[in-house]
């Protein structure tokens, strides 16, 4: 069970969980805003997510093993621990529920087209993993865009089909709010995936992988990623000044747990050079990413 945990990434699924059941319970609810999900819905919603999440690790380290027994040989499964037919079968059958799922709930909504979005990421996902991550850039792309949208789902399918003409403004604003995170959380994790290449360049070269720092070199990948990561800084400090200045409880928390960490972060990649260096830095934008995801739940005390 351990390996075949390690193989989906739980840790990420969680945090999927987490950051959907945030939206729902401590931004959606706390206001009264029109919904359209129950709790039963909503569920099947997280579980559809988390399918297509889990699959998408599945098939992405199917055809990565000979990368990561370079880059990270403690943590291969696929050969070691589970075949790679039973790996792929597990893959599947991922898909199909998170699929019928989506398929099930779009139509439950009113809103059969969305069923497509579903659809479109399984294969998404599958295309990234066996083709699209050796094209330069477009690999880190493609999933930030799919974290992005791990935080829009449910404005998609619990804000939107509930919007009349009365609430059209109240809804408008909502969905803003996380078009708002979604955006964060898609610039952060693209440096991320930058900074994931600077730390696997050795494993990725010997795979063919095209990777920035494969082309470019690290050096200047390291400033490429400094000048990206200048967006989430320009936005965050948008967003305490329009924001949160006359709340000093949410201030703190984002200058401590957001800002602090993220010009931290640009402090350290110019002068990056190791694989454990750069390994600490994914860290810290993970924890950057998270922290910044959780404060959605701080609106119900911004707003009172």
Known sequence: ?????????????????????????????????????????????????????????????????????????????????????????????????????????????????????????????????????????????????????????????????????????????????????AIFAFLINWLREMVKDQQDIQGDHKAGVNTLPISLGQERTNKLIFVISILPLVAILYYIYAYLYNNIYALVYAVLFVLAPLLWFMFKIISTKHKKEFSTLNGLLKLILIFGIISIALYPFLWK
Do not use: W
């Open 1 to 181: 069970m351990k390996k075949y945990l390690q193989l989906v990434r739980f840790p990420n699924l969680l945090m999927i969980i987490a950051t959907q059941l945030v939206i729902k319970y401590c931004f959606f609810e706390p206001f009264a805003v029109e919904i359209t999900l129950n709790g039963f819905g909503y569920s099947l919603l997280i579980i559809a997510t988390v399918c297509l999440a889990a699959a998408g690790n599945i098939i992405n380290d199917i055809n990565d093993v000979q990368a990561d027994s370079i880059n990270k040989p403690n943590r291969v499964i696929i050969g070691k621990h589970l075949s790679e037919k039973k790996a792929y079968n597990l893959f599947i059958g991922l898909n199909v529920i998170g699929v019928l799922l989506g398929f099930y709930l779009s139509n439950m909504i009113g809103r059969p087209i969305f069923s497509g979005i579903f659809i479109m990421v399984s294969g998404i996902l599958y295309l990234y993993a066996t083709s699209l991550k050796s094209y330069l850039v477009v690999g880190n792309i493609i999933i930030s865009a799919l974290v992005a949208l791990v935080i829009i789902l449910p404005a998609l399918y619990d804000l939107l089909p509930a919007i009349t003409p009365q609430n059209q403004a109240t809804q408008r604003t909502f969905f803003s709010i996380i078009l708002d995170y």
